[in-house]
């Protein structure tokens, strides 16, 4: 079993999309695409069918978040009108979780990691 990778350090090793063990594989080879397991530790990233469900969770809660902020800030704070604010926030309600599901995988991985320290082959239990 490896040894447990402190938060920081699984939290940097997701910003950067690399492998949130050994912090040397990219996890992406496309956009949206991921490699099934780390080529230098051989951690698998998938560890089970709908595994990723719940980055979903947090690429929405991000997004409801900040469109939410920006919504108030620029409507109720500033003052612009709702025909000014809402379709700039349309569109960013679409790219933004395009743009960012590869960091909520991993940052969902890098949690993942954090809370269930074994990660090797459930095979292997
Ligand atoms: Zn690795």
Request: charged share 15%.
């Amino acid at each position: 079993m490896p040894a447990p990778v402190p938060r920081s350090v699984l939290l940097s090793r997701a910003v950067r999309l690399k492998c949130p063990q050994c912090g040397e594989s990219t996890l992406f080879h496309h956009w949206v695409l991921m490699y099934p397991k780390c080529e230098h530790c051989g951690l698998t990233y998938e560890r089970e069918p709908g595994y990723f469900l719940g980055s979903i969770y947090v690429n929405y809660g991000l997004t409801a978040l900040t469109t939410t902020f920006a919504y108030v800030a620029f409507h109720m704070v500033m003052g612009y009108s709702n025909l000014w604010v809402v379709p700039p926030l349309l569109v960013y309600c679409i790219v933004f979780p395009v743009l960012f599901f590869p960091y909520a995988r991993a940052y969902w991985l890098a949690m993942d990691l954090s809370f269930d320290r074994y990660r090797g082959d459930d095979d292997e239990l």
